[in-house]
C-alpha cells in the first residue's frame, strides 16, 4: 500500500524555468511533509518542509505547496539550475501520539535541468 | 557531510551468507533509523531505535535484525541472504525521535550474489 505517491519517474526542464514535482498521499493523518533531493552515490538530504496547519512554505528557490483537501502537494523550483538535476524524493510522517516516527517515501522523480 | 556515517560503501556477498551493516548517527542524535531502497523503489522503513531501545518497526524480514549500542552506533544484521535483498541500505539520524528531517548516510549497497 503506496501511501505517499510521486506519479511522475522522471522530469526534464530547461535551465531557468520553473520545476514542479508533483506527490500525492493516501492518508489524511499525516501532518509533516518534506522535500529530499538524492545524488546519485549519496544519501538523500532534507530540502524543504511544510507542516499540514499551512499551504505554503518557501525557502530561497524551493517552494512546497500543501492541498490538504487533494492530499496533493508539490515542489518548485524556480530557476532551475543545472545543479538541481537529482532524484526528488517527497515524505511524509505522522503526528507524535500515534508512537510512528518513521518517514513513509514516495518512489521518486528524476529532474533532469537541460542546460 | 550530514555527519552520519554508514559503513561499507559496498558489500558483496553470496546468498545464503550474513552480513553487517553499520552506522554511526550525527553527534547527539539519540534516534537511528534504517530503510531499504530497491531499485526503482522508494525508501521502505525498516527500523527506528532510540537511546538504545526499539521504538517502531517497518516490514523488517525476521531475517534481519538490528540493535543500537550504548555509544548510539547502531548495526543491521541480515542473515540467510537472498539474490532479493540486493539494495541500498540507508541509515540516518535524528536528535528527538521524531522522523523528521532525518539526515541520511551515504548508504551501503548490498550486492547479493
Known amino acids: 500500500d503506496q501511501q505517499v505517491k510521486q506519479n511522475s519517474p522522471s522530469l526534464s526542464v530547461q535551465e531557468g524555468r520553473i520545476s514542479i514535482l508533483n506527490c500525492d498521499y493516501t492518508?489524511?493523518?499525516?501532518?509533516?511533509f518534506l522535500w529530499y533531493k538524492k545524488y546519485p552515490a549519496e544519501g538523500p538530504t532534507f530540502l524543504i518542509s511544510i507542516s499540514s496547519i499551512k499551504d505554503k512554505n518557501e525557502d530561497g528557490r524551493f517552494t512546497v505547496f500543501l492541498n490538504k483537501s487533494a492530499k496533493h502537494l508539490s515542489l518548485h523550483i524556480v530557476p532551475s539550475q543545472p545543479g538541481d538535476s537529482a532524484v526528488y524524493f517527497c515524505a511524509a510522517s505522522l503526528p507524535q501520539h500515534f508512537g510512528n516516527e518513521k518517514l513513509t517515501f514516495g518512489t521518486g522523480t528524476r529532474l533532469t535541468i537541460i542546460p | 557531510d550530514s555527519g552520519v556515517t554508514q559503513t561499507p560503501k559496498h558489500l558483496i556477498t553470496a546468498t545464503g551468507q550474513r552480513v553487517t551493516l553499520r552506522c554511526s548517527p550525527r553527534?547527539?542524535?539519540?534516534?537511528v533509523y534504517w530503510y531499504q531502497q530497491s531499485l526503482d523503489q522508494g525508501l521502505q522503513f525498516l527500523i527506528q531505535?532510540?537511546?538504545?531501545?526499539?521504538?517502531a518497526k517497518g516490514n523488517i524480514l525476521e531475517r534481519f535484525s538490528a540493535q543500537q549500542f550504548p555509544d548510539l552506533h547502531s548495526e543491521l544484521n541480515l542473515s540467510s541472504l537472498e539474490l532479493g535483498d540486493s539494495a541500498l541500505y540507508f541509515c540516518?539520524?535524528?536528535?528527538?525521535?521524531?522522523?523528521?528531517?532525518?539526515?541520511f548516510g551515504q548508504g551501503t549497497r548490498l550486492t547479493v550474489v
Open positions: 540516518a539520524s535524528t536528535r528527538d525521535g521524531r522522523g523528521t528531517e532525518a539526515f
Open positions: 553527534s547527539g542524535d539519540l534516534s
Open positions: 492518508n489524511s493523518m499525516f501532518d509533516y
Open positions: 531505535y532510540y537511546n538504545g531501545e526499539e521504538r
